[in-house]
């Protein structure tokens, strides 16, 4: 019964160091080793203050696993039970510079009201130096607020009157509307006219081309008639001209041959 009640609290015991929260000691880095001896393999050097687990212990060493999950025996000389000065020494900074932020913004929210404390007492100043003025300003409102109202009688009349206007430019607008239909019927028949006349004036058009091709074409006939009237007054002219040259030969040869003759008719008798 003793053995069973030392074996439990033996288990007991080991659950309680188990899984616990220690931290490596101020010294600049603790030697992580592979087992439980002073000359196994060192597995890494830890950082002073970092936090790591206890996972079982024996007299001279501590099993850890570190926040990236890497186990190995470290020596008891380098563990602490309780929070080493650099990590209270990285939180208390953190602290610090969170209640360094948070006074600057304090201070800048107390310039703001400040500023806006300033702004309001001027307000009231200004206030209470036009509230002298309020009921003068008052009455000129009333003042102001019966012409405004005759003015609006003047334009309600005005109004009426224009309404009046707009209702005989509708009635006028409709005499032109029908005025521009008939207007249009007329122009669409005149149109049409059009039409026609431009067909017209389009062939009469084609017929004085032909008149002046026909008249090129005359005047061309004309102009080479002329030329066969020139070449047979030429024509004539030479054929004259050689009747006379062999008119003139001939009498030439009949005065040379008539004398010959005369003289062998006489020498026969």
Same mark, same amino acid.
């Given at each position: 019964m003793k053995q069973f009640f030392l074996l439990i609290s033996g288990v007991f015991l080991l659950n309680t160091v188990m899984a616990q929260d220690v931290w490596v000691s101020d010294e600049i880095?603790?030697?992580?080793?592979?087992?439980?001896?002073?000359?196994?393999?060192?597995?890494?050097?830890?950082?002073?203050?970092?936090?790591?687990?206890?996972?079982?212990?024996?007299?001279?060493?501590?099993?850890?696993?570190?926040?990236?999950?890497? $186990?190995?025996?470290?020596?008891?000389?380098?563990? !602490?039970?309780?929070?080493? %000065?650099?990590?209270?020494?990285? *939180? @208390?900074?953190?602290?610090?510079?969170?209640?360094?932020?948070?006074?600057?913004?304090?201070?800048?929210?107390?310039?703001?009201?400040?500023?806006?404390?300033?702004?309001?007492e001027a307000e009231i100043q200004d206030t209470q130096s036009s509230a002298s003025n309020a009921a003068e300003q008052a009455k000129s409102s009333q003042t102001n607020l019966a012409k405004l109202q005759q003015e609006n009688q003047l334009l309600q009349q005005k109004l009426s009157e224009q309404?009046?206007?707009?209702?005989?430019?509708?009635?006028?607008?409709?005499?032109?509307?029908? $005025?521009?239909?008939?207007?249009?019927?007329?122009? !669409?028949?005149?149109?049409? %006219?059009?039409?026609?006349?431009? *067909? @017209?004036?389009e062939k009469n058009r084609q017929l004085q081309e032909q008149a002046v091709k026909f008249e090129k074409e005359a005047q061309l006939l004309r102009t080479e008639n002329q030329s066969i009237n020139a070449s047979m007054a030429n024509k004539e002219r030479i054929i004259g001209a050689l009747t006379l040259l062999g008119g003139i030969v001939l009498g030439y040869l009949l005065t040379v041959f008539r004398p010959a003759r005369r003289r062998s008719s006489s020498r026969y008798t």
């Open positions: 880095e603790a030697p992580l080793r592979a087992s439980p001896e002073l000359n196994s393999t060192i597995i890494k050097l830890l950082p002073a203050g970092q936090r790591v687990t206890a996972l079982d212990q024996t007299d001279d060493y501590v099993k850890i696993e570190t926040e990236d999950g890497e $186990q190995g025996w470290l020596s008891n000389y380098y563990v !602490l039970r309780q929070r080493s %000065v650099h990590d209270k020494f990285s *939180e @208390i900074n953190q602290a610090l510079q969170s209640a360094q932020a948070e006074v600057t913004t304090l201070q800048a929210e107390i310039e703001e009201k400040n500023t806006r404390i300033n702004e309001l309404n009046e206007n707009v209702a005989q430019l509708s009635r006028a607008l409709e005499v032109a509307q029908k $005025q521009a239909t008939d207007e249009r019927a007329r122009y !669409l028949s005149l149109a049409k %006219v059009s039409e026609n006349a431009v *067909e @017209i004036d």
